[in-house]
């Protein structure tokens, strides 16, 4: 009974601990907010992309490389798709509170998740060194694309305008500065991915106790990553976030994360039989695309955070820690979706069939 319970706790880490947290940060929310007023959310954040840097095997991510063409879509779906089509139609919506609409946008924009599309990848028996090099570039080149990217974006948001109000111009008053956004990214996103592969990769026996241990660091991630928006949300509730917050937000914000995932799957479903990726035997080119349509379905969380913690000085801390909770529940549901093959056919024009079952899998 107690292996039972320890093995689903360990499957189930990532999505106890978010949950833990949105709750801890709602009905108590005095020592989250005390932990964000010294700064530990940056910290935090930092920690999440050093532990991905020491994760990460070189080697099986330039075994991909030859897969060019599905590289390439894979990153343009990954990158693009989000701030040029998804979050302009997402903030055009009827959704409310604007809050709502502005974290779901954001989230829309975001790179691949860090590690759950691997490990659903895995799952599925898909590529998993190319799976390997979409999640490392589509975050490493995040760094350049949002900041130019996302402002664009959400200036045309009237959730953005209804939150901050319009300037003198009349345009929107909430911007991000792309130099500073850029900064941010290089700080907190791009270094301490390197240091950490650096430290793989150079430092005698870092690889192999990384790899021993993988339990307790893939447990630590999820520990930390879920104490970023748990400061978050608890400042929020401090400075008023609470009045917004019902039951009934969750629901839309879950069903929002939901549809958004649903779509980026059966889009670029259709898109990798459309432009036959993998190439025409159907042995190769499977696990490929099975491995580009997961991970161009995927956002990451803490990217998301940090650039909402970013919006908090123009948008004040209850909107953002409301944009917060949007965020951490649509990749909540987002973790709940597992998307499984059963009975694959890839026949002359029929399009790759994927079935998914509701269930909680480990991040």
């Not at 991915?193 to 307790?216: E, M, S, Y």
Request: net charge positive; aromatic share 4%; glycine share 10%.
């Amino acid at each position: 009974m107690r292996s039972t319970i320890g093995g689903f706790v360990l499957k189930n880490f990532l999505l106890l601990t978010l949950t833990a947290a949105l709750a801890v940060g709602v009905v108590w929310p005095d020592a989250g907010a005390a932990a964000s007023q010294c700064n530990l959310q940056s910290f935090g954040v930092i920690a999440i992309f050093m532990i991905s840097g020491l994760q990460l095997k070189q080697g099986e991510a330039l075994k991909a490389l030859q897969a060019a063409g599905s590289v390439i879509y894979g990153l343009s779906s990954i990158l693009l798709l989000g701030p040029l089509v998804l979050a302009p139609a997402i903030l055009a919506s009827p959704l409310e509170p604007s809050a709502l609409k502005l974290g779901l946008a954001v989230f829309a924009c975001m790179p691949t998740s860090l590690s759950s599309g691997i490990a659903m990848t895995q799952t599925a028996g898909g590529n998993v060194a190319l799976a390997i090099l979409l999640t490392v570039a589509s975050n490493l080149l995040a760094v350049a694309t949002l900041p130019l990217l996302l402002p664009r974006a959400l200036a045309g948001g009237g959730a953005a305008q209804q939150l901050v109000g319009p300037n003198s111009s009349g345009t929107c008053s909430m911007q991000l500065d792309p130099a500073a956004l850029l900064m941010q990214l290089l700080a907190m996103v791009l270094a301490p991915t390197v240091f950490g592969a650096c430290a793989r990769v150079f430092i005698p026996g870092v690889a192999a106790a990384v790899d021993k241990n993988k339990v307790v660091v893939s447990c630590l991630s999820s520990l930390i990553l879920a104490a970023v928006p748990w400061m978050q949300i608890s400042r929020a509730m401090t400075a008023g976030g609470a009045s917004g917050f019902s039951l009934y937000a969750v629901i839309v914000c879950g069903a929002c994360g939901a549809a958004l995932h649903a779509f980026q799957l059966a889009f670029n479903t259709v898109m990798c039989k459309a432009l036959g990726l993998g190439g025409r035997e159907e042995k190769q080119a499977t696990p490929i695309r099975k491995a580009v349509v997961l991970l161009t379905s995927q956002k990451t969380l803490p990217v998301a955070v940090t650039i909402i913690g970013k919006l908090g000085a123009s948008m004040g801390d209850a909107a953002a820690g409301y944009a917060s909770m949007t965020v951490v529940i649509a990749h909540l549901s987002q973790i709940m979706i597992n998307c499984r093959q059963e009975d694959v056919e890839v026949e002359g024009n029929q399009v790759l069939q994927l079935t998914y079952r509701v269930t909680c899998l480990q991040s």
